[in-house]
């Protein structure tokens, strides 16, 4: 059963500068398992923090519904809020001096959630002792900040962060001023904290290999979560005979899956990768199969792209071929809505497998593309949609 920790639905943060409004998250769908990690991507200025500052308690949502742990964000009231923030999130930022404050030694920097928690003093040494020893830095809490490496800093803040022992830690590029290797140790080493605490991970990166460490990856395009990768157990070379025609978008085949949200009037963003390797120019031919919907660039399907020929011959009395294909929109970014009798036919629930073969982009129910029976179902799709 899922045990959600955090439902991020339709949400909605504007800006008010001067006049100005900007729309910093546009309609953000998110549900994060607990116990998950995962990584948050994105071009500076998507809306990542914003999304962190709305999770941490520190911003409230212009519109939309944001939960966590039970706790509906937008109805806290100013000592409920400070409690929240106190109990149920920590924080890491990327920069060490909003994580410590330089004049307190570090287990004092330690100490110092747990005070403002009110916990005993005897309680409180203790837990700071076992934290220092868990991040590996039990000699250092005499020590001032400044005498600390960077990547001791962000050790030190990830203490603090987990003092209270939080259900969320929310991390927004904690790893930013770090070397790579010291990067890669930090991310290992709360990939650790999340497996052994049981802490729930939002972690903001621009580290190319998190995705190899974390559950999910999610990549925020305009305020809105457009894909997600999923670390896979499986290798997709199980999948089917065509692997060669269909490529995982972005990454390595082996391990990871491309899929996108899809909302209840069937608007979804595809994939910069997607929009990349297949041209659309603002208009697109859909194509409606079984079980899963193909999207090639408007006017193609007229060409016999791929061995379509014998599709005349087969169609269904009364219809003729052109009635399987919708023309939609798309816009410069991707977005488009898919046409009623898709989502009548198709259950998607929300999300979809992206995959791209050759002049088309194919979206199937999230998992239904990934098992080992895929192969097998893609091929019997085909098979249907040829002979309707
Ligand atoms: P990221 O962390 O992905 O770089 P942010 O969430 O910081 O992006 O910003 C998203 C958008 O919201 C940007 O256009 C940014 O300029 C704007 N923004 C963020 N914070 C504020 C603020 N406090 N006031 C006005 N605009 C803001
Ligand atoms: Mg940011």
């Known amino acids: 059963m899922q045990d959600l920790l955090v439902i991020c639905d339709n ?19 998110l549900e994060v398992e607990r116990g998950e990690m995962i990584a948050i991507v994105g071009a500076s200025g998507s809306g990542k923090t914003t999304l962190l500052n709305l999770l941490g308690g520190l911003d409230a949502p212009t519109a939309g519904r944001v939960v966590v742990a039970g706790h509906d964000l937008a109805r806290l009231n100013e000592e409920q809020r400070t409690r929240y923030r106190g109990l149920i999130v920590g924080h890491v930022w990327q920069q060490s001096g909003r994580n410590l404050l330089p004049d307190l030694t570090i287990a004092d920097n330690v100490d110092l959630p747990q005070i403002l928690k009110g916990v005993r003093a005897s309680r409180y040494k203790r837990r700071t002792r076992e934290l220092l020893e868990i991040v590996g830095l039990a000699g250092m809490a005499k020590k001032k900040p400044e005498q600390l490496s960077g990547g001791e800093q962000q050790r030190v803040a990830l203490a603090i962060a987990l003092a209270n022992e939080p259900s969320l830690l929310l991390a927004d590029e904690p790893t930013g001023e770090l070397d790579s290797t010291t990067t890669q140790e930090i991310i290992a080493f709360m990939r650790q904290l999340n497996k052994k605490m049981g802490v729930t991970i939002l972690i903001v990166t621009h580290d190319v290999a998190v995705a190899s460490v974390v559950d999910r990856t999610l990549a925020i395009r305009d305020g809105r979560t457009s894909t997600e990768t999923v670390r896979r157990n499986q290798p997709l070379s199980a999948t089917g005979s065509d692997e060669g025609a269909s490529a995982i978008i972005g990454l390595p085949g082996e391990t990871h899956q491309e899929s996108i949200f899809i909302d209840r009037v069937g608007i979804l963003q595809l994939p910069a990768e997607a929009m990349e390797l297949v041209p659309l120019r603002g208009r697109a031919d859909v194509r409606i199969g079984r079980d899963h919907v193909e999207i090639r660039p408007f006017g193609l399907h007229e060409h016999n792209q791929d061995g379509e020929q014998n599709d005349g011959g087969s169609t269904v009395i009364g219809l003729s071929l052109r009635s399987h294909y919708e023309t939609i929109l798309v816009d410069r970014v991707g977005r488009l809505q898919l046409p009623r009798e898709a989502l009548e036919r198709i259950s998607f629930n929300g999300r979809a497998d992206v995959r791209i073969a050759s002049y088309r982009i194919e979206l199937w129910p999230a998992g239904v593309a990934s098992g080992i029976q895929a192969g097998q179902d893609r091929a019997e799709a085909e098979r249907m949609i040829n002979n309707e």
Do not use: M, N
């Open 11 to 29: 949400l909605i943060k504007i800006y008010k500068v001067d006049d100005l409004e900007v729309v910093a998250l546009q309609g953000l769908d």
